[in-house]
């Protein structure tokens, strides 16, 4: 198995993952890193959260709507 690097936009996401509040989609993380002043793109937002639930750092489930929520473990 490929060690993936701890890049500065993981650490971003998985602290503002920590910091929130039950479930969160990818797109209500986005927008709370982007309101802080980051530059992350919404496609980091999105592979950075499945890689943390296939490592068992996050949980996710899917809402009614089909749309996927995440967070930490």
């Known amino acids: 198995m ?4 701890n890049t500065p936009q993981k650490a971003a ?15 209500q993380l986005h927008a709370t890193l982007v ?3 980051s530059t992350i793109g919404l496609a980091t937002v999105y592979r950075t959260l499945a890689e943390l ?3 068992s ?12 929520l995440y967070r930490a473990c």
């Open 2 to 5: 490929t060690q993936k690097r």
């Open 13 to 27: 996401v998985k602290h503002a993952l920590g910091e929130a509040t039950g479930f969160v989609s990818a797109g």
């Open 35 to 37: 309101k802080h002043g």
């Open 53 to 55: 639930a296939e490592n």
């Open 57 to 68: 750092e996050a949980d996710s489930l899917q809402s009614k709507e089909g749309e996927l």
